[in-house]
Structure formats: C-alpha cells, structure tokens
C-alpha cells in the first residue's frame, strides 16, 4: 500500500507529506522499492535493466552512468553488470533488485526480504549498508528472518491475522518472554542439590526451576524478581564456593522467533495475555 500497488480501503498514506492518493507520483519519487522476489528482465544485462531503472526516474547521460556506477558499488554488482540476468544466481539477482530500488537515492526504502538468497558474505554486507544508509534514509523492512529484525531494525512491528499485535524494539520484544534474562545452569545430577540450595542464596525472591535434562543431567533456570539480568558473576561464585562442576553456565535472552511465536499463535497469545 505505501508503494502504490495496492489501494487501502480505509485510511491514508502519507510520504515525506504527500498523500499517496492525491499526489501519487510525488511520493512515489520518494520511494525506492525492493518487492518480494524482485521481478526482473532476465533478457537484460544488469546494466542495461540499471540504465532502464534509471531513465524511469528521469536521468540520462553522464548521471545515469554515474548512478549506476555507484549502486553497482555499493551492492557489490560491477563483476555481473554485463551478464544476462537470467545466468544469475538467486543471490545476485537480488542485488540487482536491491541497487534499482537504490538508482534515484531515494528518501525512503521499503525492503521485502531483501537479504533472501544471499550467501552468509552477503547477508552481512546488505546488513551493513542498511545501517548505514538508515543515517539518513527510512527503510522499512519486511521479513520472517527475525535475526535480520535485531541485525538492522531499531524498531520492530510483529502483525497477526491484519492486526499490530507488537511495537518496540528488538530488546523490548525480547522481555515479554517469560524467560528473559535468565541464567541457565547444567549439572550432574549427583551435583543438583547442592546447586539448588547456592541458586537460592542468589535467586532471593526471585524464581528457581529444574528439569531433568537427562543423560543425567538437571537444568536449572534463575530468574530474578525485579525483572532485570541475573548476575552471572555471582551464579558463577556461588556454585565455585559449593563446589558444584558446572558443565554449562549461560545467561538466557531468548529470540524473536520465540516472541513471534507467542504472540502470533492462540495459545502463545493466551499465555502473553
């Protein structure tokens, strides 16, 4: 709906104040757009679909190649930009995608999975130039790799069934799990007791659980009452001074995947209510 393609049945959109339906082609210069899939000219070389994206937006001459040299730049492109698209792999077909909705500089980015396809290198590279085009750029963001969201977002909205059901950041999404900020404890099960009883010493009002692991294993969880980090340091004293071998010792943040999935599924959603 922000790009134009679809039109609301209800409300507005506004892009750096012009309103979408009253001065479509307005906003629309506003926007670079990267869709799902990214839709391409596979008969094209990467050039030549660029030098196409680039007269669309009204630029010829020496600034079209000015501008494709430097959105080949920056998304790593100039060894493909005279291969047919169709001989590309998914990963730089993406790119190809991701530098035409970059041709015009514009303002605001809307990115739907823009790092799907691409190889760990790349992933880290689109990351990178997210952030540091988000200095000066709004770029909104659409993906289910939920490790992107804490990669690149400052701010995080998660959307079930066509309503908000989450709006914050990354860190803030994180603390509806019930097990944030936890400590994590794996011991023999010979050594269980005793570790139990230093836990408690740390856990004060807090909360501690144990499950057996097995294998003859236990694990316990410490959770802390007023809502913030348990002290590992402390965890880690206590158990030396009792004497308990402690084969795992973790602090517990959770993932977004977790929080996505309590409040996103009707039980999940329950148990977040």
């Given at each position: ?12 959109v ?10 479509p ?20 070389t ?15 001459g ?49 990115l ?36 992107e ?83 590992i ?41």
């Open positions: 709906m922000i790009a134009g393609y679809l039109e609301p049945t209800d409300g507005r506004e892009v750096c104040g012009f309103n979408l339906a009253a001065s082609i307005e906003a629309k210069r506003r926007i670079g757009y990267l869709p799902e899939g990214a839709p391409l000219y596979g008969d094209m990467a050039r030549r679909f660029l030098a196409f994206a680039a007269e669309v937006r009204g630029f010829d020496a600034e079209r190649k000015r501008r494709i040299d430097s959105v080949a730049a920056m998304v790593a492109l100039e060894e493909v930009l005279d291969r047919p698209i169709e001989t590309l792999s998914k990963g730089f077909k993406r790119r190809v995608g991701l530098a035409q909705s970059l041709i015009h500089d514009p303002p605001v980015l809307i739907d999975e823009p790092t799907d396809g691409l190889d760990p290198n790349q992933k880290h590279h689109v990351r990178a130039l997210i952030r540091g085009m988000a200095q000066d750029k709004a770029i909104v963001i659409s993906t289910h790799i939920l490790e969201v804490e990669a690149v977002c400052t701010r995080a909205v998660i959307i079930a069934g066509g309503r908000l059901v989450a709006d914050g950041t990354a860190e803030a999404l994180l603390r509806r799990l019930p097990d944030h900020d936890s400590v994590v404890v794996v011991v023999a099960a010979a050594d269980a007791a005793a570790a139990r009883a230093a836990l408690t010493e740390v856990a004060g009002n807090g909360t501690l659980r144990a499950e057996d692991s097995g294998n003859g294993r236990v694990t316990l969880r410490l959770l802390c009452s007023a809502g913030g980090p348990v002290p340091a402390d965890v880690a004293q206590r158990l030396m001074v009792a004497g308990v071998a402690v084969e795992t010792l973790r602090s517990e943040r959770g993932r977004l995947d977790d929080v996505f999935r309590m409040l996103t599924t009707e039980s999940g959603a329950k148990h977040a209510a």
